[in-house]
Antibody, heavy 117, light 107 residues
Framework: EAQLVDSGGGLVEPGGSLRLSCAASGFIFPDSWMTWVRQAPGKGLEWVAT????????LYVGSVKGRFTISRDNAKKSLFLQMNTLRAEDTAVYYC??????????WGQGALVTVSS | DIQVTQSPSAMSASVGDRVTITCRAS??????LAWFQQKPGKVPQRLIYSSSILEGGVPSRFSGSGSGTEFTLTISGLQPEDFATYYC?????????FGGGTKVEVK
């Protein structure tokens, strides 16, 4: 059975850093575009970042450019999101998701990131 | 950046109703448009991808249509388990964008 497992969430002070991980299994991870999506409390879904299968292209929403870095390790079937200079408005549940335009589409269970002093 | 406008933001409906939700993209996105359902406290679930392809296991009362800049999700015969929030997502080009969501509530 295919699945994505998110981890690494937690409480961090404003200006701090956190690294999220997403472990994939049950599908061909190296062939898959991967994306991070977040959802602030009581709000809608927001696209954060996407990475191509070989890691050569990385796309970001404007509000995280220069602060967040998406990366992957295809040998370990893992996706990462390094989040620096965190702000209160980054507080959200962060989900990893595999490619949206094929049958091989899955979501992680989400990791809660809380930015607060 | 391509923006997506979803309407309505909320609606009240009854079991058996036909429900239509629309997403408009600020530029053509071809058929790179997906629809998701989310229930409170749950992970979003994809219903439709590539504008009109039904996800495996999703009931046939759900259908999607459109191309270019205008897309529609239709629920033909709303069921009790369909009361939820629905989102569209365009994933064309160098930015992706979700619509603001449509909350379908009990009338």
């Amino acid at each position: 059975e295919a699945q994505l497992v998110d981890s690494g969430g937690g409480l961090v002070e404003p200006g701090g850093s956190l690294r999220l991980s997403c472990a994939a299994s049950g599908f061909i991870f190296p062939d898959s575009w991967m994306t991070w999506v977040r959802q602030a409390p009581g709000k809608g879904l927001e696209w954060v970042a996407t990475i191509t299968p070989d890691g050569s292209r990385k796309l970001y929403v404007g509000s995280v450019k220069g602060r967040f870095t998406i990366s992957r390790d295809n040998a370990k079937k893992s996706l990462f999101l390094q989040m620096n200079t965190l702000r209160a408005e980054d507080t959200a549940v962060y989900y990893c998701a595999s490619q949206f335009s094929s049958s091989s589409h899955f979501w992680g269970q989400g990791a809660l990131v809380t930015v607060s002093s | 950046d391509i923006q997506v406008t979803q309407s309505p933001s909320a609606m009240s409906a009854s079991v058996g109703d036909r429900v239509t939700i629309t997403c408009r993209a600020s530029q053509a996105v071809h058929n790179y448009l997906a629809w998701f359902q989310q229930k409170p406290g749950k992970v979003p679930q994809r219903l439709i991808y590539s504008s009109s392809i039904l996800e495996g296991g999703v009931p046939s009362r759900f259908s999607g249509s459109g191309s270019g800049t205008e897309f529609t999700l239709t629920i033909s015969g709303l069921q009790p388990e369909d009361f939820a929030t629905y989102y569209c997502l365009q994933h064309h080009g160098d930015t992706l964008a979700f619509g603001g969501g449509t909350k379908v509530e009990v009338k």
